[in-house]
């Protein structure tokens, strides 16, 4: 036989068979030992009987005048005879026998004591040198009745008890193992970037290792992870100055030599150390958006984010291409700002580098922390719009791009449980191309006050 | 105008170094907080380019500790630090700019003159100054709509003139805004630039107090 899976149903299946048994094989001890003593009791009844109605028996036999007559008594009052009797002599003359006495109950004398036939326990005994002999009998049917009564006593609880007990079984351990079910609960809530400890809270001792080891586990992982991410992190970071370094070396080789052709190299090895600077930029972007903490404990006003970002981004190659339409109250969020700053370039280099020159980049946050940046530009199809986001995916054949701007952005928006939406064309035009993510914002200091100021 | 850059990186700090000499102006290099230190104390400066991450410590706690003592002598923060908040931290200990590494060097230019600009009071970079016409963003000069060429050389002193307008400046000075400490200054160099300059942008541009100096004649 196959246990079933659940320790429950295992628990209550082993201890319900056990009680059962037990149960069945203790009532079973008791009544035989009862019936033991209960024949003890009844024979000696039987005894005490016999012995009782042999001198008055005698008396009376002794006094008729008549020798060898049989007299059976009379009913004083209609009642059921357990006992029965008869009085017989040497000869096996019944000399004396109860109203109800059937003859062929009786077996012939063969010394006093008890006998057994199959219906009756009998009990003899003898006066006057062995004349006067009596029978008194029991029929076996009432010992057995009796016996079937304490059995039946000793049994009918069992059909209440065990299932009970089987019902007490099943809640006792379903509550022992609730713990170990909220448990199983917490740690299946979590996201996959979710890797700190699952509290244990009251689980039973015997499970509390299994629970520790899990979250030592998870630990470690934790911990493997971080390292990753630092490493990914401090590596983009550690590359900067050395990637600074080259490319001012480029570009001062570029305005010190007059000879063309090594201006030109100059230029492409700078181009090409930007191109590595991106990268190196993205990765640890990505690698920022993927690890640590992208919700603080303190707020911060977006706004002050976003201008920064976008006057940066401006003032780098594309004066006077941006809009920015900001609320004239503050956007507070618990969002880190960093991880806003990121997602905010992010997605107004994209719209300037895949956007059309001619129109400028919209970039709006609205009241309720929705960041909305619109280009101009061709529609793209829905197939393409959906491979966006993936890693080092980039929208037509422009090398240009690390292609992995969506896709930090989108694991930012990830993270802070927010899709991030793309569409084209954009709403309320025949092309381009939006992206917006809503941000956590705190309702409590967003002020009343509305309406969008231009800056 | 004479500018202090503290960068450790060997390779970054010499390109700059040669960018801003190209540019004219005059530099000293250390790589290192106390140096930086000690030649503050040794010398006036225009413009500070820092970095944040130094061997013997923070550039923002030494940006913060000028700005304690009242120094207010222009900070430009050069990083590899790039997030909106270390930007923020910059600003907010007294950075009057922030540039992340990498950087082009005629971004950088174009900061250390807006940031200069910005101390003598005069963001605007297009000066009319008589029959001259300067575009110190550009950095070119027209006389009666003719463009004048000027050297490295005869820009910064040019420029040093212009930055304090009726200021008496003494030969000192301006040679101090020219080298840098390890350069060697010819002892007539300010006699021969200024006669130079006289000659491109007129002879009444330069009014020289004799035994004094010399300062920006009137229009």
């Known amino acids: 036989m196959r246990w079933p899976a659940s320790l429950q149903a295992r628990l209550g299946l082993f201890l319900g068979i056990l009680l059962t048994v037990l149960w069945i094989a203790a009532a079973s001890v008791t009544a035989l030992i009862l019936r033991g003593e209960m024949d003890e009791v009844f024979d000696s009844a039987l005894q005490e009987t016999a012995q009782r109605l042999l001198p008055l028996a005698v008396v009376d036999i002794v006094g008729r005048e008549e020798d060898g007559l049989t007299q059976r008594l009379g009913v004083i009052r209609e009642h059921d005879e357990l006992f029965t009797y008869i009085v017989r002599d040497a000869e096996g003359r019944i000399l004396l026998q109860s109203h109800t006495a059937d003859m062929a109950v009786f077996p012939a004398y063969d010394g006093p004591g008890f006998r057994l036939t199959?219906?009756?326990?009998?009990y003899n005994e003898d006066a006057l040198q062995g004349t006067i002999r009596i029978t008194v009998a029991e029929p076996l049917e009432h010992r057995g009745s009796v016996a079937r009564?304490?059995?039946?006593?000793?049994?009918?609880?069992l059909l209440i008890v065990v299932p009970l007990a089987l019902l007490s079984i099943v809640f006792a351990v379903k509550a022992s193992l609730a713990p170990?079910?909220?448990?199983?609960?917490?740690?299946?809530a979590r996201n996959a970037r979710d890797l700190s400890p699952v509290p244990g809270g009251d689980i039973p001792s015997e499970i509390a290792p299994v629970a520790a080891t899990l979250n030592r586990l998870l630990d470690r992982l934790k911990a493997a992870f971080d390292a990753e991410r630092s490493f990914a992190a401090n590596a983009a970071h550690e590359l900067r100055t050395p990637l600074a370094g080259a490319i001012a070396q480029a570009q001062r080789l570029q305005s010190e030599t007059g000879d063309m052709a090594a201006r030109a190299r100059a230029a492409e090895i700078e181009a090409t150390l930007k191109r590595l600077t991106r990268l190196s930029e993205r990765l640890m972007q990505l690698a920022r958006a993927e690890?640590?903490?992208l919700r603080l404990d303190r707020c911060s006003d977006l706004r002050i984010v976003a201008r920064l970002v976008v006057e940066d981004v401006a003032r780098t190659g594309s004066p006077g291409r941006i809009l920015l339409t900001l609320p004239e109250a503050p956007v507070m969020s618990d969002l880190d700002p960093d991880a806003f700053g990121i997602l905010c370039r992010n997605l107004v280099e994209n719209a300037l580098r895949h956007g059309s020159d001619a129109a400028p980049v919209d970039v709006t946050l609205t009241r309720d922390g929705q960041l909305i940046v619109a280009n101009d530009g061709p529609v793209l199809r829905p197939e393409t719009l959906d491979r966006l986001t993936a890693r080092f995916e980039r929208a037509g054949a422009s090398g240009d791009g690390s292609g992995l701007g969506l896709a930090i952005v989108a694991a930012i928006a990830d993270r802070i449980e927010s899709p991030l939406v793309l569409r084209s064309p954009r709403p309320g035009?025949?092309?381009?191309?939006?992206?917006?993510?809503?941000?956590?914002?705190?309702?409590?200091?967003?002020?009343?006050?509305?309406?969008?100021?231009?800056? | 105008m004479r500018i202090?850059?503290?960068?450790?990186?060997?390779?970054?700090g010499a390109a700059v170094r040669d960018q801003i000499a190209g540019d004219g102006q005059s530099v000293d290099w250390v790589t290192r907080l106390d140096a930086a230190g000690d030649a503050m104390a040794g010398a006036a400066y225009d413009l500070v380019l820092l970095d944040l991450m130094l061997p013997d410590g923070r550039g923002i706690g030494f940006l913060k500790t000028l700005r304690a003592r009242g120094d207010v002598t222009p900070v430009i923060i050069l990083t590899a630090l790039d997030q909106v908040s270390d930007r923020i931290d910059g600003l907010n200990a007294g950075a009057d700019d922030y540039l992340v590494k990498p950087f082009d060097l005629s971004e950088l230019s174009a900061r250390i003159g807006s940031v200069a600009r910005r101390y003598t009071g005069n963001p605007n970079p297009i000066i009319s100054h008589g029959a001259l016409e300067i575009d110190l963003a550009a950095r070119s000069i027209h006389r009666d709509g003719k463009p004048v060429a000027l050297t490295a050389r005869e820009w910064a002193l040019f420029e040093a003139l212009l930055s304090r307008p009726g200021q008496l400046l003494s030969k000192a000075q301006l040679e101090e805004k020219l080298y840098a400490f390890d350069s060697e200054v010819e002892s007539n160099t300010i006699e021969v630039h200024v006669s130079r300059l006289r000659k491109k942008l007129g002879p009444r541009f330069i009014e020289t107090e004799r035994g004094m100096g010399y300062r920006l004649g009137k229009p």
């Open chain 1, 291 to 293: 690890g640590g903490q």
């Open chain 1, 429 to 455: 035009a025949a092309s381009g191309f939006e992206a917006s993510v809503k941000l956590p914002i705190d309702d409590s200091i967003a002020s009343s006050r509305s309406g969008l100021s231009k800056h």
């Open chain 1, 180 to 188: 170990l079910r909220r448990f199983g609960e917490r740690l299946d």
């Open chain 1, 149 to 157: 009564e304490i059995r039946m006593g000793l049994g009918l609880p």
């Open chain 2, 4 to 12: 202090l850059l503290i960068e450790d990186d060997t390779v970054l």
């Open chain 1, 118 to 122: 199959a219906t009756h326990r009998l």
